[in-house]
């Protein structure tokens, strides 16, 4: 059973880049989209962006210009970050295996949080 | 981009009861790619339903999903205890993928 686990710092101070990694058990990312969901505390799930394991990418347009997706088959891993961060980006973020372009297996997300 | 509005946004029943979730988009979602996810406290989100009415590996058949072009239903027939918890949907037939607001089904 594929397992995907979100790692990165989870405090990050306005205007800086959020990072964060999702590491992949259990199964190859190869031929697979992988995707970054965020949910902001009260608000609804919001589609990030996602990467085919070639190397494209598709983002949400609201955020493309400052997302960037990234992969590294070798490791199982794929990245996200997000630059010049707000207060309207604290979330909790989630890494998501896809079945084409629907999201199927879920991490179990982790908060970051935007403060100084 | 497609908006979806689920409702109610909570749903209050007693174990064994039936229940039925609306999700409603703003325009036609194309080949009908509209898929329900379950969420428990503390736990991932876990795929349902995919392509309006196809039921995920392992989801019982109490749950099934229908509906096409703008409207759809996940209906629960008989709530069982694990049941309770916050229900989305998510169009992925256009992008950016958007996902409605959520469902929340209580213990009345």
């Known amino acids: 059973q594929v397992q995907l686990q979100e790692s990165g710092p989870r405090l990050v101070k306005p205007s800086e880049t959020l990072s964060l990694t999702c590491t992949v058990s259990g199964g190859s990312i190869s031929n697979y989209y992988c995707t970054w969901v965020r949910q902001p505390p009260g608000e609804r799930l919001e589609w990030i962006g996602n990467i085919y394991y070639s190397g494209t990418t598709n983002y949400n347009p609201s955020l493309k210009s400052r997302v960037t997706i990234s992969i590294d088959t070798s490791k199982n891993q794929f990245s996200l970050t997000l630059g010049s961060v707000t207060a309207a980006d604290t979330a909790v973020y989630y890494c998501?295996?896809?079945?084409?372009?629907?999201?199927?297996?879920w991490g179990q997300g982790t908060l970051v949080t935007v403060s100084s | 981009e497609i908006v979806l509005t689920q409702s109610p946004g909570t749903l209050s029943l007693s174990p064994g009861e039936r229940a039925t979730l609306s999700c409603r988009a703003s325009q036609s979602v194309r080949d009908n790619y509209l898929a329900w996810y379950q969420r428990k406290p503390g736990q991932a989100p876990r795929i349902l339903i995919s392509g309006a009415s196809n039921r995920a590996a392992g989801i019982p058949d109490r749950l099934s999903g229908s509906g096409s072009g703008t409207d759809f239903t996940l209906t629960i027939s008989r709530l069982e205890p694990e049941d309770f918890a916050v229900y989305y949907c998510?169009?992925?037939?256009?992008?950016?993928?958007?996902f409605g607001g959520g469902t929340k089904v209580e213990i009345k």
């Open positions: 998501v295996k896809g079945a084409g372009w629907l999201p199927d297996s």
């Open positions: 998510l169009q992925y037939g256009s992008s950016p993928l958007t």
